[in-house]
């Protein structure tokens, strides 16, 4: 059962993962082995926290920087990527952007930033790795949902419509990828305690509405994510496609 969970020596890149979510589920493969690249918009950024994920866990942890919204972009960065370094056997979908306004008052423009970080760069980095990893016969796609993939909330209209987004595309992955021997899954977190939700945890209102929401009556921790996240990018989940695993603390099954 111990190998089962196995996935020391395994090359996992994990986008947006320079700090936030990102870097914690980095950290998180790292720390049990795996070769992660981390991914970021500027290179700088990208290499400093390699060099301080690989300081702190002993790990082989690569950068790479590239913006996931610029189709081309990725198509460029990724084929070098695999030339440096090889095909990756896990790809972690999970750069994101979240704005917030109600729905009359929402930009356009917002509108359109956060569906292509939250929604395109995961088809388009994707689309660029899947065609070796299916040449290989193998690979671990991990696409990083929400409780809004299932639930609405006012004011994030768009972040509700992009990570809706998310789980369809999964079940559609999984449907073209799975006879290639990959398998694409949602990683779907609750509430965490995150950079990008600073806000909210720091609101004494909403932080009592979250813990009476949500039946384990807190927020969740990163780290929490980890042991779904290391089941989904292992030998574990070889015949698990197309889910979504939220990790919520029991939010989305209650009303």
């Known amino acids: 059962m111990k190998d089962l969970f196995d996935i020391r020596d395994r090359l996992a890149l994990v986008t947006g993962s320079t700090r936030g979510l990102g870097n914690a589920l980095a950290r998180g493969l790292a720390e049990r082995g795996a070769r992660v690249i981390l991914h970021g918009r500027r290179q700088e950024a990208a290499d400093e926290a390699a060099r301080t994920l690989a300081a702190e ?5 690569d950068a790479v920087a590239f913006d996931v919204t610029d189709a081309e972009a990725v198509k460029a960065a990724t084929a070098a990527l695999i030339e440096r370094l090889g095909v990756p056997d896990i790809l972690v979908n999970n750069a994101g952007l979240q704005k917030r306004a109600p729905f009359n008052d929402f930009d356009p423009a917002d509108w359109d930033a956060v569906l292509a970080t939250n929604l395109s760069s995961a088809f388009y980095v994707s689309r660029a790795l899947s ?7 193998s690979g671990k796609i991990v696409n990083v949902g929400s409780v809004q993939s299932k639930l609405a909330r006012e004011t994030i209209v768009p972040y509700a ?3 809706g987004g998310v ?3 999964t079940q559609g992955m999984a449907a073209d990828l799975a006879r290639y021997g990959i398998q694409v899954n949602c990683l779907s977190p ?8 600073q806000a909210l945890w720091q609101d004494a209102d909403f932080n009592a509405w979250i813990e009476k929401r ?9 780290e929490e994510l980890v042991g779904t996240l290391v089941y989904l990018c292992s030998g574990a989940s070889n015949f698990v496609s197309g889910q979504n695993v939220f990790v919520d603390g029991g939010m989305t099954s209650v009303v």
């Open 214 to 222: 949500t039946p384990a009556q807190r927020w969740g921790q990163v």
């Open 131 to 137: 065609p070796a990893m299916s040449e290989r016969g």
């Open 161 to 163: 419509a992009s990570k």
């Open 190 to 197: 609750g509430y965490f305690q995150t950079d990008m939700n």
């Open 57 to 61: 866990t002993g790990a082989q942890v």
């Open 167 to 169: 789980a369809l595309l």
